[in-house]
């Protein structure tokens, strides 16, 4: 894919206008001041609590830094749309299939004025969005109950009300880290031009299962056998029982 160039759309606030733009360079970004309400709270801490931290993010390649920038290009809310590290579950689907939105975060004085929802539109906006799998994991011990006043419940519904606009729907998963509270969310966007092949793969995926990189031969012919088994009976529960279609506020 060829360079992809940034974009910007105006956000008028009570607090005055702010910028939201997407595809930040690690150049833009180091030009930027870092508020410094992106930092550790009681029972809270940013996602990335250093400019230095949103340049790296920035290096990766297709990788989507959007900015919301208040007066001298201060920088009062991001968003990181990346692809997973190729250690994670979800990087298994193939390359560059599956993207993740890492973060989105507006600092406690500047909440309640619809930044997370732009700074959201600005990351799905990638040009090739309808090629991908887009996907958000939301753990409820790193969301800012204290700092927002809510429950970890609201908090939940807040995501999904920010997130569902953009064609983002609740998945059933077994991941281990996702499973371990009720309240964890796990959202994704399917591409209009994603195959019926990957389709099929994702719900193999999102049950730690991929039968298209097994071995045939032997006992690895029946571990394969044992394994479909296995992931069908989960498959079948999760399509029975569909479960209803980061730090914005």
Known sequence: MGKIFSSDIGLPTPKGNVRIRSFCSPAEIR???????????????????????LEKAAEQPGANVVLALGEHNHIIGYGVLAYPDPGERWADLGPEIMMEVAAIEVCRSWRSHKLAASILKMMVVHPQAEEKILYMVGYSWTWDLNGTGKTAQQYRQMLINLFKPH????????????????????????????????????????????????????????????????????????????????NPV
């Open 31 to 53: 030009k930027c001041t870092f508020d410094p309400q992106f930092t550790s709270h009681p029972h809270f801490k940013s996602l990335y609590t250093s400019r230095e931290l």
């Open 167 to 246: 064609r983002f729907k609740e998945f059933r998963t077994n991941e281990p880290n996702l499973c371990l509270k009720p309240e964890n969310l796990f959202m994704c966007r399917v591409g209009n031009n994603i195959g019926q092949v990957i389709l099929d793969r994702f719900k193999w995926l999102r049950f730690g299962l991929s039968p298209w990189t097994w071995k045939v031969n032997g006992q690895d012919k029946q571990d394969r056998q044992d394994k479909a088994a296995f992931g069908r009976r989960h498959l079948a529960a999760g399509e029975q029982n569909p479960v209803n279609p980061v």
